[in-house]
Every structure is written in C-alpha cells, then in structure tokens.
C-alpha cells in the first residue's frame, strides 16, 4: 500500500538537495518513490500547516528531479531529491514523498 508525507520547505529557491529521512516507513533502495512539489502560502499570524493545507498551482514553477530512496540494515529509511524553484524571490514549497512498494525486478537495455 502506498504511503505518503509532506514536507514544508521555507523560502526556496534556484536548485537544491534535499534529504528527507522517514521513521517508520518501509523505505528501502528498491522501493518505489513519487515526489512532488507545489507552492503553499503561510497563514497569516502563523503556519498553520498540516496535510489539509491548501497548495497553489499558480505562480513560480517548482519541480522535483533525480529522487533516489534509500534504507536497509546500515542506513536511515528516507529520500533524496532535486528540488528546483524558478522564481526570483524565495518561495514556499510543500513537496510530497509518496512511497510505493518495492521494485520486483529490473532489466538492463
């Protein structure tokens, strides 16, 4: 079954590496991963986050690239990725991990 977690990332920009570990998720180096990201917008008088929070589509693009999992016996459960943030001014960014099961065999081409 898949499971995901968000991220809330405070004034982003250009190109970043991000490393998110996760306690209590399966995460191995063959599992199957999913990160997005979209822009949110703190609540004024706070941050009044959580997975309800309402993310935005419109204004600087945001993306994700080169997500690698990684967990087994000698390291932390988590995800690596890319984030990229096209904008002038730092932004808000939410970004979502959705971990799939693992992979169940590979190819070489």
């Known amino acids: 079954m898949a499971r995901s977690f968000r ?3 405070h ?3 250009g190109r970043s590496a991000k490393n998110v570990n996760l306690t209590g998720f399966d995460i ?3 599992s199957a991963v999913l990160v997005t990201a979209a822009l ?3 609540v004024e008088g706070g941050f009044h986050l ?3 929070t309402r993310l935005l589509v419109h204004g600087s693009d945001v993306w ?3 997500m ?3 967990g087994g016996p000698a390291e932390a459960s988590g995800v690596e990725f890319m984030l990229h943030v096209d904008s002038g001014e730092p932004v808000d960014v939410a970004v979502t991990i959705t971990v799939f099961e693992p992979c169940e ?3 070489v081409v």
């Open 11 to 13: 004034n982003q920009k």
């Open 40 to 42: 949110w917008t703190p």
């Open 28 to 30: 191995r180096n063959s």
């Open 105 to 107: 065999g590979n190819t």
């Open 68 to 70: 690698v999992p990684h």
């Open 64 to 66: 994700i690239s080169n």
């Open 7 to 9: 991220v809330f990332y």
């Open 50 to 52: 959580g997975v309800d």
